[in-house]
């Protein structure tokens, strides 16, 4: 039997480029989408078409969006599922915090793991990694270790494992295999201002502009401007990063 392993696919770099691994390996995947009241719903679009893709290319593929926006409420908070604005800067700025979403990663891996043990399948994976860690406590490596013991207890009669196989790895290092790979990265969405066009200020933003800039090309979802744009407001950013750490 060919494994069929459950992932979730938010429509962004990381999990397209875990995407685009598992089926590359021959497996055949069980993509999760969730709708959970982001103000950036225009991911869950993109992640339509990265699938869409995948099929063109031959990968089985079977992509559901989760509709959670129910609970919206409930874990409204900050930047990305509340009423603050999204903060312009690097990750690392305590501002960012802001875009937390109070157990996001639980919430959706939780639903992975029961959607796994229904459909006879024994791992769920998420693509965490390194580079999140300051800001994203649902990305570290003590989180998925927790994580993974606890579905397995809940599941322990038809067991399934959760497996991040980039979570030692920066979103660099995630591009760089992508690009291995040819992973549409023209497909995907990042930007949490939720706009037509990648906003390129906010720490995604950023974050993915350094991605692609660490591996010496530009960013192809961006027309030839906005890379220029983008470049421009990181090495700004980064400018005033340098300067703040000098000054503490």
Same mark, same amino acid.
């Given at each position: 039997m060919i494994p069929m392993?459950?992932?979730? #696919?938010?429509?962004g #770099?990381?999990?397209?480029?875990l995407l685009w691994k598992l089926c590359l390996e021959?497996?055949?995947?069980?993509?999760l989408t969730f709708d959970y009241?982001?103000?950036h719903r225009r991911e869950i679009e993109h992640a339509k078409k990265i699938v869409k893709k995948a099929k063109e290319v031959g990968f089985e593929v079977y992509h559901e969006v989760v509709d959670i926006s129910s609970i919206s409420h409930l874990i409204s908070s900050g930047a990305l599922?509340?009423?603050e604005s999204v903060p312009h800067g690097f990750y690392t700025d305590e501002r960012q915090k802001v875009t937390v979403v109070p157990n996001r990663n639980m919430i959706m891996l939780s639903i992975a793991a029961g959607y796994a043990v229904k459909m006879?399948?024994?791992?769920?994976?998420?693509?965490?990694h390194k580079s999140d860690y300051a800001i994203y406590p649902d990305c570290r490596k003590e989180f998925v270790k927790a994580l993974d013991s606890a579905i397995y207890l809940a599941t322990i009669f038809t067991p399934v494992e959760l497996?991040?196989?980039?979570v030692d790895m920066t979103k660099a290092e995630v591009v760089s295999l992508g690009l291995k790979l040819k992973v549409p990265y023209e497909l995907t969405w990042s930007c949490y201002e939720g706009r037509d066009r990648p906003c390129l200020k906010c720490g995604t933003c950023l974050e993915r502009t350094e991605a692609f800039l660490l591996n010496k090309v530009k960013d192809p979802l961006l027309t030839e401007s906005e890379w220029e744009i983008a470049v421009k407001e990181y090495r700004k950013?980064?400018?005033e990063d340098k300067q703040k750490t000098i000054s503490n």
């Open positions: 392993p459950v992932m979730i #696919l938010s429509g #770099l990381d999990s397209t480029t021959g497996k055949r995947v069980y993509a009241g982001q103000r599922t509340g009423n006879g399948e024994s791992e769920v994976y998420y693509a965490a497996k991040a196989p980039f950013y980064e400018k």
